[in-house]
């Protein structure tokens, strides 16, 4: 298979403002990065598996899901909590429960997180802020990073906005207990390393402000009678606007804006062939949004272009420019799925998770082709999701090569790309 360019694939290096493809034949990184940029600090899941902050357009490979890394490309985004972890602040309203602070290491490795305790009274226990939005009809995601302590078991996560909303998480089995509420859209528990969880739920607010509260429950009891000692931890909390959680933002005293992410003009004329190749991705959504997200080779115009890209029917699809070879699939976009497009005058076809998904016999190619961006190729529908690798080939592979690119190759690896659970 004659590879000409390689990016990711358990295999990177980032700086500010660039990150480099991998050269397989020559074994070394080629001068050809993508120009990333995203003015502000972001953070990201490192090796490690801790939360750490990265500066301002330095590209981001995140950990979370796999222990070869991926690159995080997120959209703009605002924590409208001012104090998403000191939880001894004013701003913060406790009721019948205690805020103690520096109890336990944090998901960002410091010595940070708070514990909730409950007091004796028998009521509800719980903390909460109230936080201006932008207006009423607003669709907002809550999030949390939430522990047990061993006795506390149950958090409770609500908000006023008009029609209460809820949604409880078990700590210890890592599962959402109960949820209601007309608003409520959905909710989310996703495991992080030394028993951490993060807990979201997204909803449509009725009113311009929200009360964010965060408390525990006792099995089905939201009101019950503490002990005085029993409690969980929790540390980064987190309200934006949008239908999904994003990565964390800390913030301390003021709320903060992470900016988009974006990278682009990798590639020269050399790497891509106008007349025949393969565009291959190992990619995933960051929600099913109904939203379209690209990744091209293209001659910097949406006139001659070669896509993958998730469509706004959140199926994944492969297509050529100018000629009209849309093919879809559909999958699970939250997951990740491999994907190639083989483009030759009158022999082109769209591959996905080691199945030939569908066929074009138009015989118009692109010309120009000399850049690879994660957009629609023009500098718009920029691509947000998590990408593992992505590979180009300037001569077209047969359908074994295909297969088995885009196939899993081990009852491991399908277990793991799938997240699936083990027998």
């Not at 949820?179 to 311009?208: D, M």
């Not at 804006?257 to 291959?280: C, I, M, Y």
């Not at 300037?394 to 090569?401: C, F, N, Q, S, Y």
Request: net charge negative.
């Amino acid at each position: 298979m004659a590879q000409t360019y390689k990016f990711g694939n358990g295999t990177w290096a980032t700086k500010k403002g660039s990150t480099l493809a991998y050269n397989d034949q020559g074994g070394n990184f080629k001068p050809l990065p993508f120009i990333t940029t995203r003015d502000s600090i972001a953070t990201r899941v490192n090796k490690e598996g801790l939360i750490e902050v990265v500066s301002n357009d330095v590209p981001r490979i995140d950990y979370t899901d796999s222990a070869d890394g991926a690159l995080l490309l997120e959209p703009q985004r605002t924590n409208l909590i001012p104090y998403s972890e000191d939880f001894s602040d004013a701003s913060w309203t406790k009721f019948n429960s205690t805020a103690i602070a520096n109890s336990i290491i944090s998901p960002d490795g410091s010595l940070s997180a708070t514990k909730l305790t409950e007091d004796t009274s028998s009521a509800t226990h719980r903390i909460y802020d109230t936080i201006v939005v932008s207006f009423a009809g607003v669709v907002c995601t809550q999030s949390i990073f939430a522990k047990s302590d061993g006795s506390g078991r149950y958090l409770r996560m609500f908000r006023g906005s008009g029609t209460y909303n809820y949604a409880v998480f078990d700590l210890d089995n890592g599962v959402v207990f109960s949820q209601g509420g007309s608003n409520l859209i959905s909710t989310k528990i996703e495991k992080y390393p030394n028993g951490w969880y993060k807990c979201s739920s997204t909803f449509t607010t009725q009113f311009g402000n929200i009360a964010t509260y965060y408390g525990m429950q006792n099995g089905n009891l939201d009101s019950y009678t503490g002990d005085g000692t029993s409690g969980i931890y929790i540390w980064g909390a987190q309200l934006e606007e949008g239908s999904y959680a994003t990565s964390y933002i800390p913030t301390n005293g003021s709320i903060v804006q992470r900016q988009a992410d974006t990278a682009s003009g990798s590639g020269n004329s050399e790497v891509f062939n106008d007349s025949e190749g393969v565009l291959f991705a190992n990619i995933a959504a960051l929600a099913d949004d109904s939203t379209n997200r690209y990744i091209s080779i293209s001659d910097g115009t949406s006139v001659n272009r070669i896509h993958i890209f998730f469509t706004t029917s959140n199926t994944i699809r492969g297509l050529i420019r100018p000629g009209n070879g849309n093919i879809d699939s559909d999958v699970n976009i939250l997951l990740f799925n491999k994907a190639a497009y083989k483009y030759k005058s009158g022999d082109s076809a769209f591959w996905v998770n080691g199945f030939k998904v569908g066929v074009n016999t138009d015989t118009t190619m692109p010309s120009g082709l000399d850049q690879l961006n994660f957009n629609k190729g023009d500098g718009t529908l920029d691509f947000y999701g998590k990408t593992k690798e992505i590979g180009y080939y300037d001569e077209i592979l047969t359908d074994l090569e295909l297969e088995y690119l885009t196939s899993y190759r081990s009852l491991n690896e399908l277990v793991t790309e799938l997240n699936l659970n083990t027998l």
